[in-house]
T-cell receptor
Framework: EPEVTQTPSHQVTQMGQEVILRCVPI?????FYWYRQILGQKVEFLVS????????KSEIFDDQFSVERPDGSNFTLKIRSTKLEDSAMYFC??????????FGQGTRLTVV | AQTVTQSQPEMSVQEAETVTLSCTYD???????LFWYKQPPSRQMILVIR??????QNATENRFSVNFQKAAKSFSLKISDSQLGDAAMYFC?????????????FGEGTQLTVNP
């Protein structure tokens, strides 16, 4: 069964460093998303991506964040200068033309 | 903006019993979708059940069913014959059907404990 794959599963980085979280969405899906979940809190939308451009972003998704689909298969989230408060679980999701979005297993980002 | 509210931070149920998790939402749209996601300790997000707002019939997936009350904007999840493996955080979520590619909006979650 096709699935969304995220790497790495856990990343530890120093404050101020850049991180890139990687996702391989399900092939032939059209819509791509990043969500984050701070420990113990609800899942929050960050950004959606369609037709090679951002279609919607939340207020969380400021200039420190960027997304890219560099080669038609990978979908990446970059955080330029990480802060302690960026520590969270980051989920990638993709959706075809149907109703359901499929989530990856998440990347746990720890900023120290 | 749409909002989703889960008023029960924690619930518990005895194995083999039935439990209902509550969810309410606020929207001015008529075309939308509602979902329940399960998040076990692994933190993977697993879709449990979904409901299209235009469908009057409540969705059912094996032991999981919903009570969708569109006028009341309520979308509760019933788990029958609860099993130990049902223990997890459950999130209710909303997605607009009026905007293609629209985001999921999640509630705060309900932590379900299943007691043997």
């Amino acid at each position: 069964e096709p699935e969304v794959t995220q790497t790495p599963s856990h990343q530890v980085t120093q404050m101020g460093q850049e991180v890139i979280l990687r996702c391989v969405p399900i092939s032939n899906h059209l819509y791509f998303y990043w969500y984050r979940q701070i420990l113990g809190q609800k899942v929050e939308f960050l950004v959606s991506f369609y037709n090679n451009e951002i279609s919607e972003k939340s207020e969380i998704f400021d200039d420190q964040f960027s997304v890219e689909r560099p080669d038609g298969s990978n979908f990446t989230l970059k955080i330029r200068s990480t802060k302690l408060e960026d520590s969270a679980m980051y989920f990638c999701a993709s959706r075809g033309g149907g109703i359901e979005a499929f989530f990856g297993q998440g990347t746990r980002l720890t900023v120290v | 903006a749409q909002t989703v509210t889960q008023s029960q931070p924690e619930m518990s149920v005895q194995e083999a019993e039935t439990v209902t998790l509550s969810c309410t939402y606020d929207t001015s749209e008529s075309d939308y979708y509602l979902f329940w996601y399960k998040q076990p300790p692994s933190r993977q997000m697993i879709l449990v059940i979904r409901q299209e707002a235009y469908k009057q019939q409540n969705a059912t997936e094996n032991r999981f069913s919903v009570n969708f009350q569109k006028a009341a904007k309520s979308f509760s999840l019933k788990i029958s014959d609860s099993q130990l493996g049902d223990a997890a955080m459950y999130f209710c979520a909303y997605r607009s059907g009026e905007t293609s590619g629209s985001r999921l909006t999640f509630g705060e979650g309900t932590q379900l404990t299943v007691n043997p």
